[in-house]
């Protein structure tokens, strides 16, 4: 069975600061990663996903996420966080779908970005 | 791309009634989506899977009488709360798998938050 552990519930950081958010995952066999946010009241939105290929993927706001397979972690960073990236980020793993792979969440980390 | 609306967003209904949630996939056709709940401060519950043509697939737990799906058609997939009660107030998101075999993605709907009174 596979499992995520964010490591952080809650982040608090000041604008233009950088910032990294921590996933850790547990699977005995190769999985997809990714992330999500969540902006209050709203559904999820895709962040950045790992499917295979390069280890480090981008978003298009400025995040990244590097796959370490030997740690198994997929950690979120940004280098400079603006107010607009308040938000939960919820980290997630699946086995491929043709495999019966579901998204298991994790419980979220709070990014709480403050002037 | 990849765009998944839900309807309603928000509805207030009274105990006992039942409720019907949609979520429709806009510019791709969706064979499998999926329905989970969010409480407050929490991540998200899988409740089922849904599959165009076929019966849903529930998660343990939870009770495919009370929470009715329909996947009847490519884009349309419905949840009905019956005899919905004050326990069952949530924030109920749906999400639509999209992509080539191999490298498919869920895309999530905005949620529909549900408050029994």
């Known amino acids: 069975a596979q499992s995520v552990t964010q490591l952080d519930s809650q982040v608090p950081v000041f604008e233009e600061a950088p910032v990294e958010l921590r996933c850790n995952y547990s699977?005995?066999?190769?999985?997809?990663l990714f992330w999500y946010v969540q902006y209050p009241n709203q559904g999820l939105q895709l962040l950045l996903k790992y499917l295979s290929g390069s280890t480090l993927v981008e978003s298009i706001n400025g995040f990244e996420a590097e796959f370490n397979k030997s740690q198994t972690s997929f950690h979120l960073r940004k280098p400079s966080v603006h107010i607009s990236d308040t938000a939960e980020y919820f980290c997630a793993v699946s086995l491929p779908y043709n495999q019966g792979g579901k998204l298991i969440f994790g419980q979220g980390t709070e990014l709480s970005v403050k002037p | 791309g990849a765009v998944v609306s839900q309807h309603p967003s928000r509805v207030i209904c009274k105990s006992g009634t039942s409720v019907k949630i949609e979520c429709r996939s806009l510019d791709f056709q969706a064979t499998t989506m999926f329905w989970y709940r969010q409480f407050p401060k929490q991540s998200l519950m899988l409740m089922a899977t849904s599959n165009e043509g076929s019966k849903a697939t529930y998660e343990q737990g939870v009770e495919k009488d009370k929470f009715l799906i329909n996947h009847a058609s490519l884009t349309l997939s419905t949840l009905t709360v019956t005899s919905a009660h004050p326990e069952d107030s949530s924030f109920y998101i749906c999400?639509?798998?999209?992509?080539?075999?191999?490298?498919?993605?869920?895309?999530f709907g905005p949620g529909t938050r549900l408050l029994v009174l």
């Open positions: 999400s639509a798998l999209a992509g080539l075999l191999g490298r498919e993605t869920q895309y």
């Open positions: 699977s005995s066999v190769s999985v997809y």
